[in-house]
């Protein structure tokens, strides 16, 4: 984010401040942010089809955003980061929108998880959400502690079972951030992309990961 | 509630948890995920970066807006009432050096700089970013540290919005004395 809000002196001051100027500056901040997060959102929701539509749609939610989050100015914690809360009130409105039977007609699954490679369909099912926690505590337990470099030596066996099951290029993204710690900047930089790229492909790596990992071993403790 | 840090880890499962919430069209878990960056500014910059790279991947990005252009669409479509000129005298460095002594906001190690300024009238940039404030720094030749002049500009962004308030009480006041005007007539005629 370009500006963010500061605070620590927002809390200290004895200065009047408006609430609603408050939330304007953070609008104004944020706003190309704003914009573009709606866009997403609204693509991904599958409330609409085409570019054409999604932006129209997207600036329709933009503005009823900025209305509302006028409105509530005096319900906003200036120590609260505001885009996050902005893009909050636009998730709403998407959902209203969502159950508004206009709309829900038109309801798509428009964006598959086109990422998977080679996935099966015994790989493609939903976990229920035991299966989610325990996928994660197992996986969790690989990946996080092999973050801490004194424990990598011991973690290296399950590290590369678990790297096997992946594609090439989840083993390479996966690798860079588990045994190299690479993140953010750093492991865009050596990607070639932008960091929320990195951050896209990462997180996806370790869904691919998480599926192929119960889809192989299955639930242990069942 | 202040902004809390999250772990690198928690964070990296929240940051998993959005994307898979995006790519599943799970409007519920991105709304708790935001809940959780409105308590965490590094994940709530995350999610901004990981938004425009969505965009990217769609086909929707954004070009950036030009701050003035988004003030300027604010003013004239939620904030009508900022259109109301009324001269207010600008605040000045000194003011704001005033300000941050008084609540005890200087960096020990500015304390003896800051001094300097308390007796300085130059108005403050219109645009209250850090590189004007580091820039009218410069023009000073001010030996400051870079924490103060991020306190400065904190404090001059608030300072300028009560100064606007300011204005814009002003402005309700012109308005509603205008011959003409409805609700000054309604008074006048109640009277």
């Given at each position: 984010m370009s500006v963010t809000m500061e605070p620590s002196t927002t809390r200290n001051t004895s200065l009047p401040i408006s609430q609603k100027e408050v939330v304007s500056l953070a609008i104004e901040a944020h706003y190309s942010n704003l914009q573009t997060g709606i866009r997403v959102l609204v693509a991904r929701s599958g409330l609409v089809d085409g570019e054409t539509k999604i932006v129209e749609t997207a600036n329709e939610i933009l503005q009823n955003t900025i209305e509302v989050a006028l409105q509530a100015a005096d319900r906003f914690?200036?120590?609260?980061?505001s885009y996050s809360w902005l893009m909050g009130i636009a998730v709403n409105k998407v959902r209203e929108m969502r159950r508004d039977a206009k709309y829900e007609t038109k309801?798509?699954?428009?964006?598959?998880?086109?990422?998977?490679?080679?996935?099966g369909p015994n790989e493609r099912r939903e976990l229920n959400d035991n299966e989610d926690s325990t996928a994660e505590e197992r996986i969790d337990a690989v990946l996080y502690r092999t973050s801490n470099r004194s424990a990598l030596e011991d973690q290296q066996q399950p590290l590369n079972e678990m790297l096997a099951l992946v594609n090439e290029s989840d083993r390479k993204i996966l690798t860079l951030a588990i045994v190299d710690g690479l993140s953010g900047v750093d492991l865009a930089a050596t990607l070639g992309i932008r960091e929320g790229a990195a951050y896209v492909r990462l997180a996806r790596a370790k869904e691919h990961l998480r599926k192929k990992y119960f889809a192989t071993f299955g639930r242990k403790d069942s | 509630m202040m902004n809390q840090p999250n772990s690198k880890a928690q964070i990296e499962r929240s940051i998993t948890r959005y994307v898979r919430a995006l790519d599943a069209s799970n409007l519920d878990e991105i709304a708790e995920v935001l809940q959780i960056a409105e308590e965490d500014a590094e994940l709530d910059r995350i999610i901004g970066e990981i938004n425009w790279a969505y965009a990217e991947e769609i086909g929707l990005s954004v070009n950036s807006v030009d701050s003035e252009k988004v003030r300027k669409l604010l003013q004239e479509n939620?904030?009508?009432?900022?259109?109301?000129s009324i001269e207010i005298s600008p605040i000045t460095v000194g003011e704001v050096t005033a300000h941050l002594i008084a609540n005890q906001l200087v960096p020990p190690a500015d304390q003896e700089n800051s001094l300097k300024l308390l007796h300085i009238n130059i108005p403050l940039p219109k645009w209250l970013s850090l590189p004007e404030i580091r820039s009218l720094s410069h023009q000073l030749s001010l030996n400051v540290s870079e924490r103060f002049l991020k306190v400065f500009r904190d404090a001059a962004i608030q300072m300028s919005m009560g100064r606007g308030q300011a204005q814009m009480t002003a402005a309700r006041r012109k308005t509603s004395c205008r011959p003409g005007n409805d609700r000054s007539n309604e008074e006048n005629n109640a009277k």
């Open positions: 914690d200036p120590t609260r980061s309801r798509v699954q428009v964006f598959e998880d086109k990422d998977v490679d080679n996935d | 939620f904030l009508s009432v900022f259109s109301e």
